[in-house]
């Protein structure tokens, strides 16, 4: 499974960004696709997941009301809608996908068995 991560960019405050993540080797539809972020000096931090299984989604309370992840089967992607970005969202923002994580974990990285390169989101002030 390979996952690749793009739609990261500059933008001030108050603005929005699209994420993507196109999903290889695997259908979106038997698993757990999740965006985590990492500041510079700060430690992995989960953002949001998907899982078509139930159909259910989380946020972090963080970006709750501000993001929205969601996801095209057809096109094997799942994607990350910023709105309303902050100085604090600047990370780096990784998509990672599990295949057989119980409900209860999947705000834990470690329960993601494949991740994707990072993309870079920088909110200026």
């Not at 699209?18 to 430690?43: D, H, K, M, N, P």
């Not at 834990?108 to 909110?123: E, K, L, S």
């Amino acid at each position: 499974v390979q996952l690749q991560a793009s739609g990261g960019g500059l933008v001030q405050a108050g603005g929005s960004l699209r994420l993507s993540c196109v999903v290889r080797g695997r259908t979106l539809s038997s698993g757990t696709i999740g965006w985590f972020r990492q500041s510079a000096g700060g430690e992995r931090e989960f953002v949001a997941t998907i899982r078509w299984r139930g159909g259910y989604t989380y946020y972090s309370d963080s970006v709750k009301g501000r993001f929205t992840i969601s996801g095209d089967n057809a096109k094997n992607t799942v994607y990350l809608q910023m709105n309303s970005l902050r100085p604090e969202d600047t990370a780096v923002y990784y998509c990672a996908a599990g295949y057989s994580m119980i409900l209860s974990s999947v705000r834990m990285g470690q329960a993601y068995d494949h991740w994707g390169q990072g993309t870079q989101v920088t909110v200026s002030s």
